[in-house]
């Protein structure tokens, strides 16, 4: 086993003492760590309902400014909202106390009912599901200018041939008959 200071502790196959290297390191480097750093950024896709074309251009701006207060409301970041008429991007930084399903539900609800008490579409909905993928800090700029031309990106390829690449890319195994 590796410890910070580089010396190699216990042996391979050999019993070794429970706590031994917990109390080595805490000898050599005090007690606990002071603090937590995490560096969390989610690109997150989902749909409307059966991919209907509900996110007019008229609303699209309003909606996704109204997505993001969702976002700062829960003590995230929303670092990047875009989408198309069918769906929605978002690059978004959270805590470690969030559970992206409960931040999903969140927005997924909240966002809802807006559109249903404020925009006056009734009919208006999500499909259960979401795909979230983690994006490290040297790839923020890229996820967030991705996000952010969401039209341009469509004009070449559809809103399943581009999900299908992001799980391909990420090595999400799927059912396809399950995702549509």
Known sequence: MYSPSGAVHGNRG???????????????????????????????VFSTKNREPFIT?????????????????????PESVGGTSDHVHLLIGLKATHRLCDVMSDIKHSSSRWMHESIGMPEFGWQDGYGAFTVSE?????VSHYVMNQETHHGTRTFQ????????????????????
Request: charged residues 30%; without cysteine; proline residues 3%.
């Open 138 to 142: 040297n790839r923020r700029d890229a």
């Open 161 to 180: 041939e581009e999900y299908l690449e992001f799980l391909r890319q990420a090595g999400v195994e799927y059912d396809e008959r399950y995702l549509w």
């Open 14 to 44: 050999g019993a070794r003492k429970p706590g031994t290297i917990a109390v080595e390191i805490n000898i050599k480097h005090g007690d606990q760590m002071p603090s937590t750093h995490l560096s969390l950024h989610y690109h997150i």
């Open 57 to 77: 251009t008229e609303i699209r701006e309003r909606l996704h400014a109204y997505i993001g207060g969702i976002i700062r409301d829960m003590n995230g970041i």
